[in-house]
């Protein structure tokens, strides 16, 4: 049989109750774990759940779970199972100590294992139900305590967390795995060239965008991470929509891309990436680098020239980079920026948070889930935890409709949000970083997903 070593950031397989967009770490769940729907670059498909129906409103939710599902020690996968699961985690916190929004969505709703799977009984239209559930991978604990028990086409042989697991596959012609955490990009990229693994993941994450070398096979794709700034729309520059207009028209993203990602970019024009459901039906261009009218924009208004760029010390990656760059944009267009650069990221995310943020603060976007990045960050109706005080009444009317469109127009419709939201910016557009991956010629080949899922399966993996 045939056996990869693959090098991660990250060996870790999280308790059951924590959601993640590592790719490291979903790189390892998408292997052991199967999500209950499949997300395929915005379209959503059949996984632990096999089918689903609802109701004319979009109220009353079916699941039924795939037949004979199995955890790896042999016991059934029932839907009392995965409302456990998901009772978890709606009462869970993500990384930063902060509780997730599930708990916000699925409010007043009753979720009932069935003989067949799950039903969801909802308050309120919920047409993006099955995209949320995506993010969601089922897993149980072992007789240690250690939540590597799944359904998925690899179980768990050996695991040392923070270290290595080797995964062994279901199917015979799949190869046996062991990943082992390196942190450094740098050192994951040296230990391939040295021959020591088979592959690495995670190398846009190098310090300085490395050299494509012949030596060795490459994978990119197109992220669904949007890395954009933040800009307070509450008060200071910034409350005036025009001089939010003036900043992303006066930022040049094919430099910043060529400069910062060595040319490993795609310059971003709305709030979600060209994988999310609604981009490829809102047809946006780039946005323009125009800073003449920019500059005309900004001195229509009134508000203050001086802002605060904040930016941590990373997370997304090269982000001082990022702000210096947009630091000289904005300054040749009329704005008088300064920068303030902080070390303690889980500090500046509670901070953002708290709508503590300057002016400028960058950060990044990693929710694949359309619906997510609106309700969390764009409502005014929700005024969720990372919304930063946007207002626009013809945003907020499209995107009530989209969230009670179902299937099949609920594509256009979102669509349509985001086309509005190109016309009228919230944040300041950035990038969609290209995730990089390597291996040895003559290997078992590998596919990377769109959010950096390196697996050798084809790309049916979320």
């Known amino acids: 049989m045939t056996h990869l070593t693959i090098a991660l950031d990250r060996v870790d397989f999280l308790p059951p109750d924590r959601v993640t967009d590592n790719a490291a770490i979903l790189t390892l769940k998408a292997h052991v774990f199967e999500p209950l729907v499949r997300w395929r670059d915005g379209r959503i ?19 039924r779970l795939r037949d004979g599902a199995r955890f790896h020690d042999g016991a059934p996968c029932t839907g009392a199972d995965v409302v456990a699961f998901l009772t978890a985690i709606l009462d869970s916190r993500d990384m930063f ?62 695991f040392t967390p923070g270290e290595t697991a080797t995964l062994t596959p279901i199917d015979p012609a799949q190869p046996t795995l062991t990943f082992t955490a390196m942190t450094r990009a ?47 729309c509450t008060a200071g520059a910034f409350a005036d929509p025009r001089a939010r207009l003036a900043a992303n028209l006066a ?25 999310h459901t609604g981009h490829a039906e809102a047809g946006l261009e780039s946005l ?21 760029i904040r930016t941590p010390d990373h997370m997304p990656e090269r982000a001082p980079a990022i702000a210096a760059r947009i630091a000289r944009d904005l300054a040749a ?3 008088q920026p300064r920068i303030e650069c902080i070390a303690d990221r889980p500090g ?10 300057g002016d400028l603060a960058i950060f990044d976007s ?34 009530a409709t989209a969230r009670a469109c179902r299937d099949p127009a609920r594509a256009a419709a979102y669509g349509r949000v985001l086309a509005r939201l190109n016309a009228a910016p919230p944040w300041l557009y950035l990038v969609h970083p290209v995730a990089l991956a390597a291996q040895r010629p003559g290997t078992f080949p590998l596919t990377l997903d769109a959010k950096g899922v390196l697996s050798p399966l084809p790309r049916t993996l979320p």
């Not at 500046?348 to 943020?357: E, G």
């Not at 619906?371 to 764009?378: E, G, P, Q, S």
Request: aromatic share 12%.
């Open 45 to 63: 498909e059949p996984a632990l759940f096999a089918a689903w129906e609802s109701d004319a409103a979009g109220r009353d939710w079916q699941f």
């Open 97 to 158: 100590g902060m509780r997730w929004s599930y708990a916000r969505y699925f409010a007043g709703a009753e979720m009932t294992a069935t003989p067949a799977g799950v039903r969801f009984a909802c308050p309120a239209p919920f047409a993006d139900l099955p995209e949320v559930l995506s993010e969601f991978y089922i897993a149980r604990r072992d007789g240690a305590g250690r939540a590597i028990l799944g359904t998925g086409a690899w179980r768990v042989a050996a």
């Open 186 to 232: 740098e050192d994951r990229l040296a230990a391939l060239r040295a021959g020591a693994i088979d592959a690495a993941a995670g190398l846009e994450q190098a310090d300085e965008p490395p050299t494509e070398t012949p030596d060795l096979t490459w994978l990119h794709t197109v992220n669904t991470l949007s890395v954009m700034a933040y800009l307070n």
């Open 251 to 275: 930022i040049d993203r094919a430099r910043l891309i060529a400069e910062v990602y060595g040319g490993r970019a795609l310059a971003a024009n709305t709030v979600v990436s060209p994988w």
């Open 288 to 308: 323009p680098f125009d800073p003449k009218r920019a500059g005309a924009l900004l001195a229509t208004t009134d508000g203050p020239r001086e802002i605060i």
């Open 333 to 335: 267009v009329g704005f």
């Open 348 to 357: 500046y995310a509670r901070a953002i948070a708290a709508k503590d943020m």
């Open 366 to 399: 990693s929710p694949h889930v359309t619906f997510r990045v609106l309700d969390d960050k764009i409502s005014s109706a929700t005024q969720a935890l990372w919304w930063q005080g946007f207002a626009d009444a013809e945003t907020e009317a499209l995107f």
